[in-house]
DNA sequence: TCCGGTTTTGAATGATCGGTCAAATAACAT
DNA sequence: ATGTTATTTGACCGATCATTCAAAACCGGA
């Protein structure tokens, strides 16, 4: 039996995605890496292939561990409702041990547009994002709502959300934060 | 006298903001910026300093010019609301001739983080939109608005129009941009 | 016609980029 | 011990990055 790999794909894949997430793709070089991960070169190279495939696992693993567990921990012990306004309260407050915004979003500005497996892969990490919500809303016993209205609030609490991860990006102390916390309030109410 | 230069700044400027906007700071080098400016790399660096001074003034050029002027444009022979709801409509429908999204936005994501003079700029650009929305919403006459309910109002517009953007920039034909479109017809309403 | 001052030009620079590879290392089977 | 197989290691590669600079080109005045 040959020797075996002395590292954790998921730890590997867990300080890629901090660096990606925190720099951007562009803007985390190979040595980034190689000094996040503890790996060095030639062990992330035969582990994950290039830059782009490392790239890519994290965006993956971002979406089914770190998003996944994100929105999970926030719907449980709590009404419909309350887990859609703590969903907010959670992007505006910010995780210090966590970057600010999310990946996804970042990663639909910088690559979406020129690569189109990456614009896939975001376009279903929003789309499970808007059905989150919209199982939200259809648990509501708050009011009555139809298909069309749930999907289409739906929709605007993604646009909302959207929009607060990239004031938060820029400026965590922006006024405006506030601002869209309290529409979604009156969206719900 | 010496030689004059041979360039129109302004011209310059358009192209390297039409770079810069497209493919963002990171993804732009200076080759690209040699092809789409005309200029040759030692008299973009004789009249702009570096890529960074560069792009500061590309985004100030955005700013001042390209955003102030499709602001105007909007807000010219329109009623308030109807100004309004057209800067979401042409954000929508996109100009074919430019970029997809917002040279400022895309920065707030990429550069904001990581830069206090460029983030700095971008708030400056942000409130003079939210100021934008306030002023129209000040001046309709459909019903009584306090002055926090517009900026309250205007906030929320801002990060409405934050998150279209971001949605036209990764898919253009993303079935939220609907939604939020209808979202900012019923918030005037 | 020559000169002083400015811009243009493009080759050159060193740093850094993503990516490769042969050698060293470690675990197991014989 | 020895051989087999997979992993680790870090030096190395060519390409590309932002930046520099000396020389050529250009203009107006003397």
Redesign the interface.
């Known amino acids: 039996m040959p020797w075996e790999k002395c590292y954790e794909e998921a730890v590997v894949l867990e300080a890629a995605m901090r660096a990606f997430w ?3 793709y ?2 985390t070089s190979m040595a980034d890496l190689v000094e996040v991960t503890g790996l060095n070169r030639g062990s992330l190279y035969a582990g994950f292939g290039n830059k782009r495939e490392l790239f890519l696992r994290a965006l993956q693993h971002y979406d089914q561990s770190y998003r996944v567990g994100f929105l999970t921990r926030l719907r449980k012990d709590r009404e419909p409702k309350d887990a859609i306004i703590a969903t907010f309260d959670a992007i505006a407050q910010g995780d210090t041990t966590m970057p ?2 999310c990946l996804v ?2 990663s ?3 690559l ?3 690569d189109d497996e990456i ?1 896939r892969i ?2 279903n990490s ?1 789309a499970e994002v ?1 059905a989150f919500f919209a199982n939200c809303l259809a648990e509501c016993e708050d009011r009555v709502r139809s298909p069309a209205e749930i ?3 739906a ?2 609490l ?7 991860l ?2 938060t ?3 965590r102390e ?3 934060i ?3 916390l ?2 979604v309030r009156s969206l719900l109410g």
Request: charged residues 20%; glycine residues 16%; without cysteine.
């Open positions: 925190e720099k951007g562009q803007g600010g915004g979003v970042n639909a500005m910088e979406a547009p020129h614009a975001i376009e929003m808007e999907s289409e609030t929709k605007v993604q646009g909302l959300m959207v929009g607060l990239v004031m990006r820029a400026n922006s006024p405006s506030g601002a869209i309290s529409q």
